[in-house]
């Protein structure tokens, strides 16, 4: 990443700085009469020294039993794996992508619709409601260009498998080609409502659309001619995705239904249930088993098609699921998005979230993408911004304001802490962050609420501080020994009033020192001082039980002398 420091830029061409009049032009604002922008330092997110440590670490065999794994220490940063090794997909909580990167808005704000990464990464493509294509900077994150593509707001783009060509449709129904340097190639019109899904079959010879006509249909790519449409959906059909390896189509409507279709022969091979509501996205797993939906409903959920059942659903959005991807490496995670700003992480046979962000966007998150390596994730959201999450470090607390940690103040076991004081121990990801705190509070420090049962640690035993009575009744919490010297069931740093710390062991206290114990309260072995008389029982109480290890005779005494009057 180039960065530019004050007095280190060179005129082109040798020329010199020169003052104007009375005017004082200072190096890094001025150049050549000529106001310069102030030059910014961006984040980067570089995963090349990580791939050629994996390359120079790797082992031949890929069948290990128990892969190495980096711990939570900030030292192994240097050994954090890239997502497609072996140690990623035996823990799928590690391309668990939490940490915010980057917020890239353009200069004409407006929802995005659809976002897609370019087949080598290099950048990010966003579709936009006033029809531009915006392309964004995939390792600075920075804008490069801005095209309008089309009339209309875009609503769908998908690359062919061959990383060669992407098609894209709007709300007018139009399909256009673009080649991979963005020129666009023909256009024609494919429907007569909005375009809302576009998928690539295995071969890349044909391609299938879907509208809110309430059709599908299977186009020759090469002729852009229509090959057959599908209908037996009996309202707007939402998503539509073809499988990795076969001649299947799986689509999602308006009707609560998904349906699963022989391309061929364009007839519906089977109907899966189980959503109340509008299918909103849909998405086949690269093993070909699994289909994943989200629905209005609130719900996703993951159907196995060699059993034709359901595997398994997932609740946890408040609202309605919007957008879902599986991760390109990690077969059983997969991250989804809702309508209320929340982008979620899933395990297959995890019953909860594994990561996520409570409020990622301000509003409906309507696309997400990996990365081609797998290690950032891209989501475009009707808040009019995109943004870049990035897998969490080993050693990097969960601090930020995106983090999952911050509950509402009326949910129980929540305090507010410094997430800058020593003292305060931050939540983390479990297996990728530990909970580290800098030595003091800087002029960065925020406050953040926490969940004492979400933080995984045990409280501690209420303590008295030194000095104090302890009350009636007193016994040290389980495992607690008291320091040589001390009786049993006094806390630690117990010692009574009147009476210097650092007294040995056995120390008697001298005469006259007052014992300031209540009514009907016995004091420690040891500790009366000579003369003692404890204060009368009130009338009808009973004698309070004999404390451990005292002699009863002792204490038979000292009964006898408190029912006196």
Known sequence: MDSYR??????????TFRPSGDREYQHSNTFDGKRMRKA??????????VVFKHLENRICSDDRAEPLSAQPDENFVIEIPP??????????????????????VNKVRCPINVLKWTPEGRRLITGASTGEFTLWNGLAFNFETIHQAHDRAVRSMVWSHNDTWLLSGDDSGTIKYWQSNMSHLKEFKAHNESVRDLTFSPTDSRFASCSDDGSIKIWVFAEAREERTLKGHGWDVKCLDWHPTKALLASGSKDHLVKLWDPKSGNALSTLYGHKNTILALKWNQNGNWLVTASRDQLLRVYDIRTMKELQSFKGHSKEVTSVTWHPFTESLFVSGGSDGAIKYWDVGTEHSVGGMDQAHDSTVFSLDFHPAGHLLASGSNDHTTRFWARNRPGDALHDRFSQTRKDEELSGIKEISIMDKKSDGFSLPGLSMNRSPEKEGPDSKRV????SARGSVPRPPMMPPGAIPPPGFRAPPGMIPPPGMPPGMPPGFRPPGMPPGMPPGFRPPPGMGMPFPPGMMPPPGLAPPGFRPPPLPPGARPPPIPPNMDPAVFAAFIAQMQKK
């Open 83 to 104: 997502a497609f090794s072996q140690q990623c997909r035996v823990n799928p909580s590690v391309n668990v992508a939490t940490k915010f990167v980057h917020t890239s």
């Open 40 to 49: 910014i330092q961006r984040r980067t997110i570089d995963y090349n020294s």
């Open 449 to 452: 609420k926490l969940d004492e």
């Open 6 to 15: 004050s007095g280190s830029f060179r005129p082109r061409g040798g020329g």
